[in-house]
């Protein structure tokens, strides 16, 4: 399914839309037979991914117990136990990158704990750093001089690193 081209189709959407398409959606999500199609997959003990909706990143776990309409994991890379909903469970192995070519800034879900991004200051100089947190509005950002700043989806840039060196993501795409 391609994420960002969902987005870009609800951009025209009203508030209400989305509103209403999200109480559809986490109806669809709780329903009966999508839980139990997940849950017949997966045993107590087995390794899986799951999406946080706070760092929009994939967490590696491992399945603790199977209950009725959640899931209790220990994460591998800090070992805090979470109760996640099958639904957040990656069983088919989905990239969840989103990408959504846009000239200035980002939006909140294009971005993921850890990314390296860049965005020129008030002083008009250029500041790289690391998405550390994502906010409603503004993402923090710990730059490589070590302080920490909110700034505004609308003001970062994404950028990439090849072989050492670090590119702009928006001259990446015109290629």
Same mark, same amino acid.
Request: aromatic residues 8%.
């Given at each position: 399914?391609?994420?960002? &081209?969902?987005?870009?189709?609800?951009?025209?959407?009203?508030?209400?839309?989305?509103?209403?398409?999200?109480?559809?959606?986490?109806?669809?999500?709780?329903?009966?037979?999508?839980? @139990? @199609?997940?849950?017949?997959?997966?045993?107590?003990? &087995?390794?899986?991914?799951?999406?946080?909706?706070?760092?929009?990143?994939?967490?590696?776990? @491992?399945?603790?117990?199977?209950?009725?309409?959640?899931?209790?994991?220990?994460?591998?890379?800090?070992?805090?136990?979470? $109760?996640?909903?099958?639904?957040?469970? $990656?069983?088919?192995?989905?990239?969840?990158?989103? $990408?959504? $070519? &846009?000239?200035?800034?980002?939006?909140?879900?294009?971005?993921?704990?850890?990314?390296?991004?860049?965005?020129?200051?008030?002083?008009?100089?250029?500041?790289?750093?690391?998405?550390?947190?994502?906010?409603?509005?503004?993402?923090?950002?710990?730059?490589?001089?070590?302080?920490?700043?909110?700034?505004?989806?609308?003001?970062?840039?994404?950028?990439?690193?090849?072989?050492?060196?670090?590119?702009?993501?928006?001259?990446?795409?015109?290629?």
């Amino acid at each position: 399914m391609d994420y960002s &081209q969902i987005l870009k189709d609800l951009e025209e959407a009203t508030s209400f839309d989305l509103y209403r398409l999200v109480s559809a959606l986490q109806d669809e999500m709780e329903s009966a037979q999508r839980i @139990k @199609k997940v849950k017949s997959g997966l045993r107590v003990g &087995q390794e899986i991914t799951w999406f946080d909706r706070e760092t929009h990143k994939l967490v590696e776990s @491992k399945i603790l117990k199977l209950n009725k309409t959640r899931c209790l994991v220990r994460n591998f890379l800090d070992g805090v136990k979470w $109760n996640i909903t099958y639904a957040s469970i $990656n069983t088919d192995d989905v990239s969840v990158e989103i $990408n959504m $070519n &846009q000239k200035y800034g980002v939006k909140k879900s294009e971005l993921k704990v850890g990314d390296r991004v860049t965005y020129i200051s008030r002083d008009n100089l250029q500041v790289f750093g690391t998405v550390v947190k994502l906010n409603p509005k503004t993402a923090g950002i710990k730059t490589v001089d070590g302080e920490d700043w909110r700034v505004s989806y609308g003001l970062l840039k994404k950028i990439i690193e090849i072989e050492g060196e670090i590119i702009h993501k928006k001259f990446i795409e015109g290629c």
